[in-house]
T-cell receptor, first 115, second 108 residues
């Protein structure tokens, strides 16, 4: 079946511009996660959605970052007034449920470059 | 925070077993131990997970210490396609803490 998809695969933007990154999770998965990965680093948790519950935003690095999930499916991560330090690969993952025993399925990521 | 410690890198000869260690001394009783791997230019993929008992699946085995403060991922016969960064992860609330993982090189 279809896995997690993300778009765009690559995004180059100028410093100060806003960007939107999209994630389509696996159908039926109630949990959705956003991570970012800087070059040569591990994954940094950003935000977690579980069903209709309020999202866990504890990993968002600043108020320039926000995310929403419409209809319990597609999610959009928005970065306002981008900075060079925002350059990274942004990864989305979904899982059947949010319980920590369930595996996450990752998308291919969006590589963001801020010039 | 529940965190893990792994060696930065390891090497293995092709078709030999590989034992990837992980320390997680601050693990709590309800933390599952997860392993993911990330091939170059790809998102991470699930390998295996467990709670207390050793686990086996088609990809690997997971050996968990009796006190749960460490675990070992076992690849029974390393292939060139197993070259990747392997992450040992604990769940902390809603977050999976990935750390920097172990970069596995498989030598032909």
């Amino acid at each position: 079946g279809a896995g997690v998809s993300q778009s765009p695969s690559n995004k180059v933007t100028e410093k100060g511009k806003d960007v939107e990154l999209r994630c389509d999770p696996i159908s039926g998965h109630t949990a959705l996660y956003w991570y970012r990965q800087s070059l040569g680093q591990g994954l940094e948790f950003l935000i977690y959605f579980q069903g209709n519950s309020a999202p866990d935003k504890s990993g968002l690095p600043s108020d320039r970052f926000s995310a929403e999930r419409t209809g319990g499916s597609v999610s959009t991560l928005t970065i306002q007034r981008t900075q060079q330090e925002d350059s990274a690969v942004y990864l989305c993952a979904s899982s059947l449920q949010g319980h920590h025993s369930y595996e996450q399925y990752f998308g291919p990521g969006t590589r963001l470059t801020v010039t | 925070d529940a965190k893990t410690t792994q060696p930065n890198s390891m090497e293995s000869n092709e078709e030999e077993p590989v034992h990837l260690p992980c320390n997680h001394s601050t693990i709590s009783g309800t933390d599952y131990i997860h392993w993911y791997r990330q091939l170059p230019s790809q998102g991470p993929e699930y390998v295996i997970h467990g709670l207390t008992s050793n686990v086996n699946n088609r990809m690997a085995s997971l050996a968990i210490a009796e006190d749960r403060k460490s675990s070992t991922l076992i690849l029974h016969r390393a292939t060139l396609r197993d070259a990747a960064v392997y992450y040992c992860i604990l769940r902390n609330g809603n977050q999976f803490y990935f750390g920097t993982g172990t970069s596995l090189t498989v030598i032909p």
